[in-house]
């Protein structure tokens, strides 16, 4: 986000007004914050003019009023803000600026130029499959060591093969020489289509979300996937995939990424690609999506599952 866009505290005052009566009347929002802050008419009109060219507010004229329409939820505001906030908290310099990416941190050029590509290209790709864009340019931060991507990602004794992730609507790497057993970039592949996926809707379960981004990123073995099956599949249903997406650690040793990804496999082979945006939008009605309930998705996935990596 620019910093012209940034939301100042009197401008968080009127959105609030705005999102608590849609559409708002200018007439009703200058008395309710006049009323409330003693500012002059004057005033909430200036302001309400900022939210607009900020892109926050929109108005239609009625009669001799304006009515304002928010154009971002609060949720999505708050996101704006604390991606500027981390921004700044991070620094470091612009190192490239390519079409939907600023990548700042570590001076790698060569990382830099392969994240570049593979984002680019996999970006395009994802809006494709997702339907969906983000509105804004993503930040790509590289960090200097292994340890300084696990405290940005909040996690101080992190496992050395948390090499990436997105947090704070920002893509973190480790430095290139972390990656010495996985493509680096298909990981970023996955960590992108995990963001886009947390963007389009938060409330994704995070077995549903790492789905979309090993098939996104397909970086993961055939003969681990397999193995993962044979292991893990015998008696899997969603609650025991739904116990182990609470701990990342434990979503791993569970082959959590290897069975997420035939779950994706089963969707995209048995009902098509755009089934899986469908789910991804609407993660709670199955019904709706497959024509069938839950608990029948959960079993023609085993028979899937037995029909191809038995």
């Given amino acids: 986000m620019e910093e012209s866009n940034h939301i100042t505290e009197a401008e968080w005052q009127v959105m ?17 914050l006049a009323g409330g802050t003693g500012w002059e008419p004057t005033t909430v009109k200036t ?10 507010l929109r108005f239609e004229v009625s009669g ?12 999505a505001c708050i996101r704006r803000e604390m991606r500027l906030f981390a921004g700044k908290i991070y620094g470091g310099e612009l190192q490239l600026a390519t079409a939907h990416f600023d990548f700042r941190g570590s001076k790698d050029p060569v990382f830099i130029g392969l994240l570049a590509q593979a984002l680019e290209e996999g970006f395009c790709r994802i809006c494709s499959d997702l339907a969906y864009a983000p509105d804004e340019r993503l930040l790509v931060y590289l960090h200097g060591t292994l340890q300084r991507l696990h405290s940005a990602l909040g996690v101080l004794d992190g496992p050395d093969w948390l090499r990436a992730g997105p947090i704070w609507g920002i893509l973190h790497f480790a430095p290139l020489s972390c990656f010495s057993d996985l493509p680096a970039d298909k990981v970023a592949v996955h960590v992108l289509a995990l963001l886009m996926v947390s963007l389009l809707n938060p409330a994704v379960p995070y077995w549903l979300q790492q789905a979309v981004g090993v ?3 397909a970086w993961l073995d055939p003969a681990r996937i397999a193995k993962a099956v044979v292991e893990r599949a015998a008696g899997f249903d969603l609650t025991a995939m739904q116990t182990m997406s609470f701990v990342y650690r434990q979503f791993r040793s569970a082959g959590g990424y290897e069975l997420a990804w035939t779950v994706a496999e089963f969707i995209v082979t048995e009902f098509g690609r755009s089934r899986l945006t469908e789910l991804v939008r609407k993660p709670s009605d199955f019904d709706s999506v497959f024509g ?3 608990s ?3 079993q023609r996935w085993q028979v899937f599952l037995g029909g191809r990596y038995d």
């Fill in 16 to 32: 609030r007004a705005v999102w608590s009566a849609v559409p708002a009347t200018s007439g009703n929002l200058v008395r309710e």
């Fill in 64 to 75: 001799r009023s304006y009515l304002y329409y928010p154009l971002l939820s609060e949720e």
């Fill in 292 to 294: 069938f309930p839950e």
């Fill in 296 to 298: 029948e998705f959960w």
């Fill in 47 to 56: 302001l309400l003019a900022r939210l607009v060219k900020k892109g926050a």
């Fill in 215 to 217: 098939w996104e990123g």
